[in-house]
């Protein structure tokens, strides 16, 4: 198959995202009924939905629960750095910068970690921030009974929190952790030890958060909005809007339509399909911005009697598909080739010069009779609702040129998530992974290390690297060891790899906000109407 041909098959799949919006726009008026704080009807283009001191967000998915500790991180990412803040935090562009430490030092063995905190920090309920607090919370994240989604990243690798004074933490590990400051500097929202502890459940934390962020919160009404305001003693910079509304509009056409019409400021997961469309539109600004995440196929390669224990198959599947067609026709041109599992958007890590793989069906074919199977083979593909459903029609519409029949089996994102947290979703499946903590461990360990999470690879070679990791620290000597795996995942053709991803956001020209790059977080310390 040319790449004409192939081209033709690509868009026939695609054609329907091409399709034009339908739903009505929510209305100003309609938010007021719901009990959204605005106070105008009158939605303005240019300008504030509202007015100078607040901001409207358009959220595509509810925000199921605010306790950032508990949480799974594409829930928190949405609200987490507006109402906690943390020991270390990234900047804009995803260096570890302090935050309520003002320093720290770590012990030559790498065991031991020494948090000096900043003075005169206050909680939202007025309570003075010290080193219990910092305890209390690494502790809560511990405790199997909070049934925190971070105790996986803590418990096997700390052995003792001590408070020697109130604005120093000593933090003993385990063993060596490389990538320790980064979870820090991700996971740690440090929440009141006082307040917490008072409290008879970690559910009633949820139903009314406190933390020492720039925002806190003032209204939560479930499956509308979340309305939080501004925290005048926060110790740092102020934010420049005083009250931000999360307003949840899970229709894609209908937040368009509501950023369009001037009813919010921002709004968040802009569909593709419309990204072209808004570019012209003088009143908006179009941010694609990278997340650091693969859009690939999970490849269940360590079962012995499946065609994808053969490299030769995994490089075929590889070697048979367009990326740069599937990013034009399904992802409308919002994406880049990848050539290796970590993204060129880490801030180390990624290599570019190892080039993604061309398209070559006759080479694909090849390998498929080099592998025992000249005739090709029927496996199913698993795909969840969310992801573009002409993403996985493309793939298997590639893959039938070269003899490979694909079944797909497309179901509810729940249900996949369960499936896919068990190992359940074999023989492969789409996915992806962010960004959470902008070190490339966390999507590499988890995705193809022998006991990852979302693993079904295992490589010596990789596994020894991974091991050297666990007493590495800085940048440019992980940067190295990462770079080694990288070539080797491409190498071993670990997974399909297709594009890289970014979210993409429509905001008014006359807002000034600092987007956070490389990650799927939401950052709104530094915005404001010009």
Avoid: C
Wanted: aromatic share 10%; glycine share 6%; charged share 20%.
């Amino acid at each position: 198959m040319n790449r004409t041909t192939g081209w033709r098959v690509l868009t026939r799949v695609a054609s329907g995202l091409r399709a034009g919006l339908t739903a009505t726009a929510i209305t100003a008026g309609a938010l007021v009924a719901m009990g959204a704080p605005l106070n105008s009807v009158a939605a303005d283009k240019t300008g504030p939905a509202v007015d100078k001191s607040t901001l409207v967000v358009a959220l595509d998915k509810e925000i199921q629960s605010l306790d950032a500790l508990v949480t799974a991180s594409g829930d928190s990412q949405r609200y987490a750095m507006q109402i906690f803040d943390t020991l270390y935090g990234f900047d804009s562009k995803g260096n570890i910068v302090p935050r309520m430490a003002s320093s720290y030092t770590m012990s030559s063995d790498g065991l031991l970690y020494t948090f000096k905190l900043r003075p005169h920090i206050k909680f939202h309920n007025g309570d003075p921030f010290t080193s219990a607090d910092v305890k209390y919370s690494i502790e809560r994240i511990i405790d199997p009974a909070t049934k925190s989604t971070r105790r996986p990243f803590f418990a096997p690798v700390i052995d003792a929190i001590e408070t020697p004074d109130p604005l120093t933490v000593r933090v003993k590990l385990k063993q060596p952790d490389g990538v320790f400051l980064n979870k820090i500097a991700g996971f740690l929202f440090i929440v009141p030890q006082k307040y917490a502890s008072s409290l008879p459940n970690v559910e009633a934390f949820a139903a009314a958060p406190i933390g020492t962020g720039p925002y806190r919160v003032k209204t939560n009404k479930v499956g509308q909005y979340l309305e939080l305001e501004r925290f005048d003693d926060f110790y740092g910079e102020k934010p420049g809007i005083k009250t931000l509304v999360f307003k949840y509009i899970p229709e894609p056409s209908s937040r368009v339509n509501a950023i369009v019409s001037g009813e919010v400021d921002i709004a968040a997961m802009i569909p593709l399909a419309e990204v072209a469309r808004l570019r012209q539109d003088a009143a908006l600004d179009v941010i694609t911005n990278p997340v650091s995440s693969p859009m690939h196929v999970r490849l269940y390669s360590n079962v012995p009697d499946s065609p994808l224990a053969k490299r030769d198959v995994r490089l075929a599947l590889n070697y048979a598909i367009d990326a740069n067609a599937i990013i034009k026709g399904v992802f409308h041109g919002v994406g880049a080739p990848m050539g290796t599992f970590i993204s060129k958007y880490f801030p180390y890590g990624g290599d570019p010069s190892i080039a993604p793989y061309p398209y070559d069906p006759a080479k694909a074919r090849a390998l498929l009779k080099q592998a025992g199977y000249p005739n090709g083979f029927s496996i199913k593909l698993y795909d969840a609702v969310g992801t573009p459903k002409e993403f996985a029609e493309a793939l298997a519409a590639y893959w039938a040129q070269v003899g490979v029949k694909v079944d797909i089996n497309r179901i509810d994102y729940a249900a996949w998530s369960r499936l896919n947290n068990t190992h359940k979703t074999g023989p492969m499946t789409t996915t992806q992974f962010t960004n959470a903590i902008y070190d490339p461990i966390h999507p590499v360990a988890g995705s193809f290390s022998k006991d990852g999470a979302w693993s079904d690879y295992a490589n010596p070679e990789v596994e020894a690297l991974l091991k050297q990791l666990e007493t590495t620290t800085g940048a440019e000597a992980r940067g190295a060891l990462f770079r080694k795996i990288g070539k080797i995942l491409h190498d071993d053709a670990s997974a399909v790899l297709v594009t890289e991803l970014f979210n993409v956001f429509a905001k008014k020209k006359t807002l000034t906000w600092e987007v956070q790059q490389g990650s799927g977080f939401l950052n709104f310390r530094k915005v404001a109407w010009q």
